[in-house]
């Protein structure tokens, strides 16, 4: 995927309910480049005591609101919302995000911190810790999983599905097992022969070599992270990426609001994400201009459509 790195005005977060798709749309493109490393003062920095060890995050909003989380995924961090968080906060949400057991500000947070300790990152490990996260708080969420994280908030919903008040699945593995069999990069075949190590190591060498061509403000911030992500979990996530689990007809029997939002140009094809979305009776949108990334790439496109889930409408397209 070839990305424009131009630079671009910045969107001044406005209210999405009257925005049209059109107009989100141009907002996207006028983006530019920020410094991904910088929390803004309106950005407060939070963490907590979870599982698996101690937490980081951040969130914007008025503390007693209505709370939105959105969780990053496998090498991502909590700055990975950043564009979105003054959108949401000034809908009049609580918007928070976290950083994942070992990766950047979470980075000690693992399984051998544990009670009892375990050996490797599991499913649980980051499920109970997602739970510590939004029992640190009131009311159920509206949850956003990115990428490894929507498996994770799958996991969440079906086995607590009263924390849950709606459930977005961004950029998710859309099928089941060996998930990167399905992709449509080199991954794909070369999954079917390597183990969770070695596929580890081949994602961290393609964001080192940066084959999307990430823009040149944010591969600094990737870069600069990079040294900040326990290799561990990365083997360890990449190797549970390989065994996904199937939870297409309990999510499908969940009587709450679910959206699949990717982008076109995502990992995993158009069919698949659209597929997996009518297996588990969930709106679905697609972001024409996007990668992997809609949080970075579209942030008022995802922000709008994520707002009209919760709110139960649908605004003028």
């Known amino acids: 995927?070839?990305?424009?790195?131009?630079?671009?005005?910045?969107?001044?977060?406005?209210?999405?309910?009257?925005?049209?798709?059109?107009?989100?749309?141009?907002?996207?493109?006028?983006?530019?480049?920020?410094?991904?490393?910088?929390?803004?003062?309106?950005i407060q920095r939070w963490s907590i005591d979870a599982p698996s060890g101690r937490l980081a995050g951040i969130q914007a909003g008025a503390p007693g609101s209505l709370r939105i989380l959105l969780v990053p995924g496998v090498t991502g961090s909590k700055e990975d919302f950043l564009l979105m968080l003054p959108l949401l906060a000034s809908a009049g949400y609580l918007v928070e995000s976290y950083d994942l057991a070992g990766h950047y500000d979470s980075i000690d947070a693992g399984p051998e911190r544990l009670d009892p300790p375990r050996r490797h990152y599991d499913h649980d490990l980051f499920v109970d810790d997602l739970l510590a996260v939004i029992d640190h708080g009131e009311g159920p969420v509206h949850l956003l999983g990115y990428s490894f994280a929507g498996t994770v908030?799958?996991?969440?919903?079906?086995?607590?599905?009263?924390?849950?008040?709606?459930?977005?699945?961004?950029s998710c593995p859309p099928v089941a097992g060996q998930t990167f069999r399905a992709t449509k990069s080199a991954l794909g075949p070369l999954s079917r022969v390597v183990g969770g190590r070695q596929g580890a190591g081949l994602m961290l060498w393609g964001i080192r070599q940066n084959f999307n061509r990430t823009p040149q403000h944010r591969y600094d911030f990737v870069m600069a992270r990079m040294p900040r992500l326990r290799r561990a979990a990365i083997d360890d996530v990449i190797g549970l990426m390989r065994r996904t689990p199937d939870l297409a007809s309990e999510l499908a029997a969940l009587r709450l609001p679910k959206l699949v939002a990717y982008g076109a140009h995502d990992l995993w094809p158009a069919g698949a994400h659209e597929r997996f979305a009518r297996d588990i009776g969930a709106r679905v949108v697609r972001y024409d201009e996007a990668g992997h990334s809609p949080c970075e790439e579209t942030p008022h496109q995802l922000s709008r459509d994520l707002l009209q889930l919760i709110e139960g409408t649908q605004a003028e397209v």
């Open 153 to 170: 908030a799958q996991l969440v919903a079906v086995r607590h599905p009263e924390r849950i008040a709606s459930l977005t699945l961004l």
């Open 1 to 42: 995927m070839v990305l424009d790195a131009t630079p671009r005005r910045q969107g001044d977060p406005s209210d999405l309910r009257g925005m049209t798709a059109a107009e989100a749309m141009q907002r996207d493109r006028e983006l530019e480049g920020i410094d991904w490393s910088h929390i803004p003062p309106d």
